[in-house]
Nanobody, 121 residues
Framework: QVQLVESGGGLVQAGGSLRLSCAVSGRTFSSTTMGWFRQTPGKEREFVAAIYWTGGADYADSVRGRFTISRDNAKSTVYLQMNSLKPEDTAVYYC???????????????WGQGTQVSVSS
């Protein structure tokens, strides 16, 4: 059974930083693309960042240059370092896993429970 467990959310002031973590079990992590997505009430879940199992990363335009995705294959964990946070970054953040090289929400098979990130102005 594949499980994804996020941690690291919280409340931070604008301009601050947070690091999210997502620990994965039940799947060969090194051959898995990991993504971060976020969702606010009434809106569709949106892509934030992905790190591909072949190497390389991809970012939404809204976070490029502020967020950094990384992975530790030995710990089966993916991270999202979020700097220069803005109030519009407030959302529930989800990590997700897929065997494909994709940023499309529909292509991710497994999802974590989500962690709340709130940025005050």
């Amino acid at each position: 059974q594949v499980q994804l467990v996020e941690s690291g959310g919280g409340l931070v002031q604008a301009g601050g930083s947070l690091r999210l973590s997502c620990a994965v079990s039940g799947r060969t992590f090194s051959s898995t693309t990991m993504g971060w997505f976020r969702q606010t009430p009434g809106k569709e879940r949106e892509f934030v960042a992905a790190i591909y199992w072949t190497g390389g990363a991809d970012y939404a335009d809204s976070v490029r240059g502020r967020f950094t995705i990384s992975r530790d294959n030995a710990k089966s964990t993916v991270y999202l370092q979020m700097n220069s946070l803005k109030p519009e970054d407030t959302a529930v953040y989800y990590c997700a896993a897929t065997p494909y090289l994709t940023r499309a929400t529909r292509d991710y098979d497994y999802w974590g429970q989500g962690t709340q990130v709130s940025v005050s102005s």
